[in-house]
């Protein structure tokens, strides 16, 4: 007989030692990526600046403190309408980007099961 029966092992309790360890890695690792800060990058943009000129139109006056009150009020608005604006249309392009992604993959998959729903009949010679 064998003379060191430590070296008997049972591949049921190796296979589950296995299993055990593959769990503590998996978690190991599950919990070293929830600990890891994610950074975004910032999107790419330009600055804009915008510029308000004034013109009495050829009248030899300047603009009293209530006309250039009135006019950056009103520039404000414009400038805050503007940008809604674009969000609104940045947020509608996404959308239907994300629209148009999701009818490719259910195109994609109704082409699938089209093409593998024909069963080619091999002929056994």
Known sequence: MLENS?????????KD??????????????E??????????????????LILCLDTLGQDRSFSFEEQHYI??????LSKSWEELEKNLLLKSRDLRLQMSQKDAEYKKQVI?????????????
């Open 17 to 30: 030692k296995d299993k055990d360890k593959d769990k503590e890695k998996i978690l190991a690792e599950r």
């Open 72 to 77: 950056f009020q009103v520039a404000q608005t």
């Open 113 to 125: 099961l089209f093409l593998t729903s024909f069963s080619i009949p091999m002929r056994l010679t």
């Open 6 to 14: 430590e070296q008997l092992t049972n591949p049921v309790e190796d």
């Open 32 to 49: 070293h990526f929830i600990e890891q800060k994610i950074e975004l990058k910032e999107y790419l943009r330009k600055e804009r600046k």
